[in-house]
């Protein structure tokens, strides 16, 4: 995995997270990008997490996002591993929502009730939960991740599509 300095945030409390992903299902689950501070473990009160969670058949893609005073959950959508394809992942935040596209469709939103909170967030992890999100065995993950891109606003569902497109 890649671990890199994140200085301040991603500019605004909007963004978007886009990649291609060939999903391998060994381990169960892991860290897919996640933003936090590294010298606080278990803090899901600043950052946000993009990881996936499952089985050998179908892995599913969810997220969590810092809200200062809590937290916010987005069961996200479903991966078939038996496929063998590449999936396009998107995943935008806003002030009051987070949303995850597979291939260019909504599969879900999560609601939270404040802005993401950025405070303290040093370290971007591509691969893994890294030192902020390696808990509940979030590791490394041995997927492949091509084509990442990231936004500074919460791009459309049209914007999504056409990416991909």
């Known amino acids: 995995y890649l671990s890199y300095p994140q200085t301040g945030d991603f500019g605004t409390e909007e963004f978007s997270v886009v990649f291609w992903y060939k999903v391998n299902a060994s381990p169960d689950r892991a860290g897919l990008i ?7 473990a278990e803090d899901r009160t ?58 260019g469709v909504l599969q879900n939103t999560g609601t ?15 691969g893994s939960g890294g030192p902020t999100f390696s808990y509940w065995n979030h590791l490394s993950d041995l997927s492949s991740i091509d084509e990442l891109r990231i936004f500074n606003e919460a791009l459309t569902e049209q914007e999504i599509q056409d990416l991909m497109n």
């Open 112 to 126: 939270h009730s404040a802005p993401i909170d950025w405070t303290d967030t040093s370290e971007i992890t591509i």
């Open 46 to 103: 600043k950052g946000f997490r993009l990881f996936r969670e499952g089985s050998a058949t179908e892995q599913r893609i969810k997220s969590n996002v810092g809200t200062s005073a809590g937290e916010s959950w987005n069961n996200g959508g479903v991966i078939t591993v038996a496929d063998g394809e590449w999936v396009q992942v998107a995943f935008t935040v806003s002030a009051t929502e987070s949303k995850i596209y597979l291939d």
């Open 34 to 40: 996640v933003v936090g501070n590294p010298n606080v």
